[in-house]
């Protein structure tokens, strides 16, 4: 216990003679932990389980099964100070009672091979298998002369952000296309934009059939959610740790309503229904409102990485600006009346003359000062 330690939440059967495991859990000792005592690392541990499992403390009496008893030396010390006091302040709230380990001879062997490790002359297992120099075994898609082949890669640097693509058509016919990005991102995010530039030359080539290749291996694997990925997330991810649910909802995507999906649901009596838009004709307009905020994030960021927290500002600008589709802003059709801009308080407006019950005098002489935007 001098740098981690690991405990096990048990709880007797019905009969009471029988233990069961409820929850496995460890923790590695911080630098400044490890320097603590046996005794207060032991009270440390004990409060950050206490922390971890409260949902299942609170409720029982829990009986600790330890070497040492913490619970004698947080409670019965008459003054506590510092990091003592606090975990004395948080292990109140809990019912624990101390409960001696007996000895086992299984344990007492356990204890004797962890106190006295092997020495230098010790030969591990060989663990050698046949065909270990194997890195990668995949399979190979024939070409069936209908196929196109899509490369795509991107790069960063201190000269800038670059994507390049290259489409291969079946009778060989290359097709490239390069450009580059006016604004900072970072390698994962220039993997994307170069896909989807190659999408979008597909798209307009009229191509069907696609094999996309890149060396992103976090892009690729997002693409290859097959059907019998998607079977396998349900079973292990839904089913094995949640237990069967009643229903399903998920998109109208081929992946998620094939033979496969179908066949389990019935297997387990699950409900399978497909979520639908509440107004399809609205996407076209949502991505030209998420286009229009992106261009007021590139004007406001101009290089930082820092673009989730002029977010709020970029909406807010977005939000009181004028859409000439409608002819209004997107705050007036909310709320029904327009927002008060930071220009109209430096600036006074006739609103906020009207509302201030400025004189119009004063409104005269008063200096206008300076804007100022963060």
């Known amino acids: 216990m001098d740098s981690s330690f690991g405990c096990v939440l048990g709880r007797h059967d019905v009969t009471g003679k029988k233990e069961q495991a409820i929850y496995y859990l460890s923790k590695k000792f911080t630098t400044y932990e490890a320097k603590y005592t046996l005794l207060e690392r032991t009270c440390c541990a004990l ?17 600790l099964i330890s070497l040492i008893d913490p619970l004698k030396h947080i409670f019965q010390k008459p003054m506590l100070t510092g990091r003592l006091a606090k975990w004395q302040l948080l292990l109140t709230k809990f019912d624990i009672v101390y409960v001696t380990r007996t000895a086992m001879k299984a344990q007492a062997l356990a204890d004797y091979l962890a106190e006295n490790p092997v020495d230098d ?9 046949p065909d270990e120099e194997v890195n990668l075994v995949e399979d190979i898609v024939q070409d069936d002369g209908q196929i196109w082949k899509l490369y795509f890669d991107g790069v960063v640097n201190i000269k800038g952000v670059g994507i390049g693509v290259i ?3 079946p009778t060989g016919q290359h097709y490239p296309a ?8 970072t390698k994962n995010t220039v993997e994307y934009e170069a896909c989807i530039m190659g999408l979008n030359v597909s798209i307009n080539l009229n191509v069907h059939e696609l094999l996309v290749m890149g060396d992103s291996d976090l892009l690729i694997r997002q693409a290859q959610v097959t059907k019998k990925a998607v079977l396998d997330f349900v079973h292990s991810n839904i089913i094995c740790r949640f237990g069967i649910p009643k229903t399903i909802i998920t998109d109208n995507a081929a992946n998620l309503n094939s033979h496969l999906m179908k066949e389990v649901c019935e297997q387990f009596k699950i409900g399978h229904l497909n979520s639908t838009h509440y107004r399809p004709k609205a996407s076209g307009a949502v991505e030209a409102a998420n286009n229009n905020i992106k261009r007021i994030l590139r004007k406001m960021v101009q290089g930082s990485r820092q673009w989730h927290a002029k977010l709020p ?3 807010s600008g977005y939000r009181a600006t004028i859409c000439t ?13 327009e927002a008060v801009i930071p220009a109209e308080v430096k600036i006074l407006s006739l ?11 004063e409104w005269v002489t008063s200096p206008t000062g300076t804007i100022e935007f963060d």
């Not at 002359?121 to 298998?129: A, D, M």
């Not at 589709?325 to 009346?337: F, R």
């Not at 906020?352 to 005098?361: K, L, S």
């Open 351 to 361: 609103r906020i003359i009207v509302e201030a019950g400025i004189e119009g005098t």
């Open 47 to 63: 409060t950050w389980v206490t922390q971890k499992l409260r949902h299942y403390l609170l409720a029982y009496t829990t009986y």
């Open 167 to 169: 489409l291969v058509s």
């Open 178 to 185: 390069t450009t580059r990005l006016h604004f900072f991102c």
């Open 313 to 315: 500002f970029a909406l």
């Open 121 to 129: 002359e010790y030969e591990s297992l060989n663990t050698y298998f």
């Open 325 to 337: 589709s409608v002819s209004a802003t997107p705050y007036l059709l909310v709320y029904g009346t």
